[in-house]
Each structure stands twice: as C-alpha cells, then as structure tokens.
C-alpha cells in the first residue's frame, strides 16, 4: 500500500558516548516512533525532544520521560502522534557499549 510507506526510517543516534543527536525536521509525519535499542553491556538513558525548528539553540521540550537502554535488547518505543516540527536524541547516559535510537515516522 504505497500510502503507508514511512517518510523517515533512519537511526537517529549511534554511538558509546552520550551526546546530543542532529535534529531532523519531521514537518508533514503525523506518526512518529523511536526504538531504543542497547548492545551487550550498555547501560544509559536517552530523552527524546522536540522543538519549533532544526536549529533551535535554547531547551528543548521532552517528549515522555527518559527512556534506559537495555542490554541486548529494544526498550519499550517511543511514540509521538500529532503535529511536531523537529525532533532529535538526548542521549543524557551512555556506557559500557553502543546505543542506538532509531526513527521511523510517517
């Protein structure tokens, strides 16, 4: 069903350090979903946030709570309905291994 494709499916961050994820504009996706994954050993956590633009220098708005890496495995996602304009990780922890945050939206 050509309607239903995403518009972004990307990893969002990846990496064993904490830091702050580029932000991606995500104006014209209605569905967003963001999967937490951990690799062997990690541990950490990581907020998902929005603002009104990519390149808003202030504090940005958390979307839920922080969310913890788990070891070998995909926390519970991250879902966002409604309008947003940009998004981005703030992977406040990070350690004893790689995270990934994944985007998909549509």
């Known amino acids: ?5 995403p518009i972004i499916d990307r990893p969002l961050f990846k990496g064993t350090a904490p830091a702050v994820s580029p932000a991606v504009d995500i ?3 209605a569905n967003l979903c963001f ?3 951990g690799a062997a050993g990690v541990s950490g956590s990581v907020q998902i946030e929005e603002s009104h633009d990519t390149a808003f220098a202030g504090t940005w708005t958390p979307v839920g709570a922080a969310v913890a890496f788990i070891a070998n495995a995909v926390a519970a996602p991250v879902r966002l309905n409604g ?3 940009a998004v ?3 992977v406040t ?3 004893g291994g790689q995270g990934t945050v994944y ?3 549509r």
Do not use: D
């Not at 069903?1 to 494709?5: A, C, E, I, V, Y």
């Open 27 to 29: 104006a014209g996706c």
């Open 35 to 37: 999967y937490i994954v």
């Open 88 to 90: 981005r990780a703030n």
């Open 1 to 5: 069903m050509p309607g239903l494709l």
């Open 83 to 85: 309008t947003a304009k």
């Open 93 to 95: 922890a990070l350690a």
């Open 103 to 105: 985007l998909v939206g």
